[in-house]
């Protein structure tokens, strides 16, 4: 079982930055492949960015060159940096698991980028 707890979204101005953590219970952290999605209203939930338990990284073209994804092991956290917001970045942001032991999603957090 592992738990996903989301933090750091909010209010943010257009071409600003957040970062956003996930910090996940377990010892076998390091085995998942971790991954942030969002889903604004009215639409699909939608792939932001993943990393490998080995710490390959992929991105769709939207948020790629703006959003990084990384993880610290040691912490058990995932983070997501996000530059250069724009408002169709606007959504609730989640952090999912996935690995032999199943796969998790956090509650989300929310981020809203307007002026």
């Known amino acids: 079982q592992v738990q996903l707890v989301e933090s750091g979204g909010g209010l943010v101005q257009p071409g600003g930055s957040l970062r956003l953590s996930c910090a996940a219970s377990g010892s076998i952290f390091s085995t998942y492949d971790m991954g942030w999605y969002r889903q604004a209203p009215g639409k699909q939930r939608e792939l932001v960015a993943t990393i490998t338990s080995g710490g390959s990284t992929n991105y769709p073209d939207s948020v790629e060159g703006r959003f990084t994804i990384s993880r610290d092991n040691a912490k058990n956290t995932v983070y997501l940096q996000m530059n250069s917001l724009k408002p169709e970045d606007t959504a609730a942001y989640y952090c999912?698991?996935?690995?032999?032991?199943?796969?998790?999603w956090g509650k989300g957090t929310l981020v809203t980028v307007s002026s």
């Open positions: 999912n698991a996935a690995g032999t032991g199943g796969d998790y």
